[in-house]
């Protein structure tokens, strides 16, 4: 007989290198399969954080301009600028008038003053004492840091508050120059003390009765504390992510950030960003030198500035260093596994040889073949729970993670029936074994346990493992926790509801008579849905934040033109209508995942076309749309307003039955049956509470 050692080793050795080769080229691609998985769910994460910061400085400036170009068309501040161009009196005497009405004894000591220039402070006085106190309360009111009004010359010829610093002058200098004066800006973010500070300005025109030119006559300056809303930003985001604004200027470009102390710092933006959401290098600042982060940024409208969230990047590669490790320890112990079956099948294949015996090699083919049918298997649920059950109802194998989730250890396991095992583990095993047993087919589910007392959330594959000559072999079980993948998405879900929320206060805060209208029109559009037979909870989660949202808009009309009492005029109400269009302008970048944006930008629409903003009509109309639209228009009729009392049910209804019908009739059918429910009746006492 021939023994082993005698044959030749080059196949031995061939088929060990190709095995080898194998292996590498398979660790390879899963390791780069993996990093790439960890380095898009890294970025997804920042992506969702960064649409929120940006959300939230987008309304910030918005309302921050609005509210100074405001105080800039105020008819007194124009009339004074206008007077104040028209002298060459000193700057100095001219601040002196806001705090220090005229009188001869304060003011006629200076010397150089001709009568003419007399009469033109007693004629100005009034207007710089009245201005001055409007300034006081507007800075006060709006909680700014200061405003100042400037000459032509950029001269500030009245101050309030602080803020003001001579380099502000020089960078309005540049703008100047740049033809940038004309209309409303914002200079760069500064830091003056222990404070972050930013400039709004916008031109002051003469008014109409003074002077038909157009130019500006002056500069209102006002200047902004950005703490609160870098503080907002950051609460946006989670624990162990930084948030931050990067403002460019040229080729300048800084971190505005919120640590331990309020700090601006020069930093380099890499190629490509903003233009995307994929995380990029970027090197920030930090309390000792500087640190390596992967940033996601998204420009904000209307702004030189970046809203970004970033991540320490090591933090990232250890979490890939960590998952490479895995991969290749498991890719060597594979190996391993298969070089050993690899030599000792060339060994039993020299030991049997001789005999020619071929029956037993079909059978050793045989036996390998189920071997490497069961080795992919098990490949495929590699860090997961896996057990094997036979048709007997025992675990002939069962792995680590399998024998955690059951509390076992895993040789107690070995030949165990099934029912032995705990209740919670038990009655999953034998309903999925069952009916894979019954079906011959694959099996998967996602599946929530209670695992000693704490919820685990897992995902169940069953696969039927049958032998190639059709012999029944073993179910195949994997279970794969998934709770934190779950549990991520439930933060996300309740932030997005707390975003919500919070706009929805914000509404409310401007317009008392807005107080609980969203609430009550969600609460209505569902129960009308539900009426109408859509039982959807996709259906309901859009029209409960599409209501939230829908008066979001509300924040950048003026204040007047909301509390007015008294029907609106033309002009009025088609800037009332643009609220529409100011939703959608701060909502554009949040991904809600469902037909939010589209169901607030048509929910006040009529089926007749007499809607706004895009006179739609019919079933160009979304269905969440005309149901919110019913909801809205009655809750809004059950309440009172500055200019009306409210209606009652009856005349409600009427309103929206009127001819040419304006709403979608069997929404309006819905309403009325929901009214005469047990709900109905206790809606109505809560919406007239």
């Not at 105080?71 to 007194?76: F, I, K, L, P, V």
């Not at 007015?564 to 995942?593: S, W």
């Amino acid at each position: 007989m021939r023994h082993p050692e005698r044959l030749s080793l080059l196949p031995l050795l061939g088929g060990l290198t190709l095995l080898l080769a194998l292996t590498l080229i398979g660790a390879t691609r899963f390791n780069s399969a993996e990093q790439r998985e960890i380095l898009d769910r890294t970025g997804s994460q920042l992506s969702a954080y960064t649409s929120t910061a940006a959300a939230m400085v987008t309304v910030w400036t918005g309302v921050q301009r609005d509210t100074v170009a405001e105080m800039a068309r105020y008819d007194m501040l124009r009339l004074l600028a206008a007077e104040i161009a028209e002298t060459d009196l000193p700057v100095a005497l001219l601040r002196e008038l806001g705090e220090t009405p005229w009188t001869e004894q304060e003011h006629g000591r200076h010397s150089g003053l001709d009568a003419q220039d007399r009469q033109t402070l007693r004629d100005i006085s009034p207007h710089a004492t009245l201005i001055y106190r409007k300034f006081v309360e507007f800075i006060s009111r709006h909680d700014f840091s200061g405003a100042v009004l400037l000459d032509k010359t950029l001269e500030p010829v009245m101050l309030v508050g602080q803020g003001w610093q001579a380099d502000t002058r020089t960078q309005l200098k540049l703008r100047r120059n740049e033809g940038l004066l004309s209309r409303a800006g914002m200079l760069p973010v500064r830091l003056q003390g222990e404070r972050l500070l930013v400039d709004f300005y916008c031109p002051v025109t003469a008014p109409g009765y003074v002077s038909a030119d157009d130019s500006p006559q002056g500069i209102l300056l006002v200047t902004c504390d950005i703490g609160k809303l870098l503080e907002g930003i950051g609460q946006s985001s989670e624990l162990g992510y930084l948030s931050l604004l990067l403002e460019t200027g040229g080729n300048l470009v800084q971190a505005i950030g919120m640590g331990e102390r309020p700090s601006l710092n020069q930093v380099s933006l890499p190629a490509g960003f903003g233009q995307d959401m994929r995380p990029r290098d970027m090197v920030l600042p930090a309390i000792s030198g500087t640190m390596d982060c992967l940033v996601v940024g998204q420009p904000v409208p209307g702004t030189s500035w970046y809203a970004a969230v970033a991540c320490r990047a090591d933090t990232v590669r250890q979490e890939q260093d960590d998952m490479a490790w895995r991969v290749w320890t498991m890719a060597g112990l594979l190996f391993l596994c298969l070089a050993g079956i690899l030599v000792w099948f060339y060994w039993w294949l020299g030991i049997r040889r001789e005999r020619g015996e071929v029956r037993e090699l079909k059978d050793l083919y045989a036996t390998m073949s189920r071997q490497r049918c069961l080795l992919d298997t098990v490949l495929r649920a590699m860090h997961s729970a896996l057990a094997l059950v036979d048709g007997e109802g025992r675990i002939v194998y069962a792995n680590t993670e399998f024998a955690r989730l059951a509390r076992c250890q895993g040789d107690v396991l070995h030949l165990m029936q099934v029912r032995h095992l705990p209740d919670y583990l038990a009655r999953s095993l034998e309903r999925h074994v069952e009916f894979v047993w019954r079906t011959g087919t694959d099996f998967s589910d996602q599946e929530d346990m209670l695992v000693e007392g704490k919820l685990v959330h897992l995902n169940v594959q069953c696969l039927p493992f049958t032998a190639e000559d059709g012999a029944s072999g073993t179910v195949v079980v994997v279970y794969r926790d998934i709770t934190a993948h779950v549990e991520a998405e439930q933060r996300l879900a309740t932030m997005l509801r707390q975003t919500v929320e919070a706009f929805t206060h914000a509404v409310e805060a401007v317009d008392p008579y807005l107080k609980g209208q969203s609430g009550l029109t969600g609460e209505l559009a569902y129960h009308l849905a539900a009426w109408l037979g859509k039982d959807d909870p996709a259906l309901e989660s859009t029209l409960r934040t599409a209501a939230s949202l829908s008066q979001v808009g509300m924040i950048r009309l003026p204040h007047e033109l909301l509390t007015k009492a008294g029907p609106l005029t033309p002009e009025e109400r088609l800037l009332m209508e643009k609220h529409v269009d100011y939703a959608v302008e701060a909502l554009r970048g949040i991904d809600f995942g469902l037909p939010v944006l589209q169901t607030i930008e048509q929910m006040h629409e009529r089926m007749d076309g007499s809607g706004y903003p895009r006179k739609l009509q019919g079933e160009a109309i979304c269905l969440q749309a005309r149901i919110l639209a019913v909801a809205n228009t009655f809750c809004a009729l059950m309440r009172p307003r500055s200019y009306r009392r409210r209606h009652d049910e009856p005349a409600a209804l009427a309103i929206l039955r009127e001819r040419p019908f304006k709403y979608d009739q069997q929404v309006v059918d819905a309403l009325a049956a929901f009214l005469q429910s047990a709900q109905g009746k206790e809606f109505i006492r809560t919406l007239q509470q």
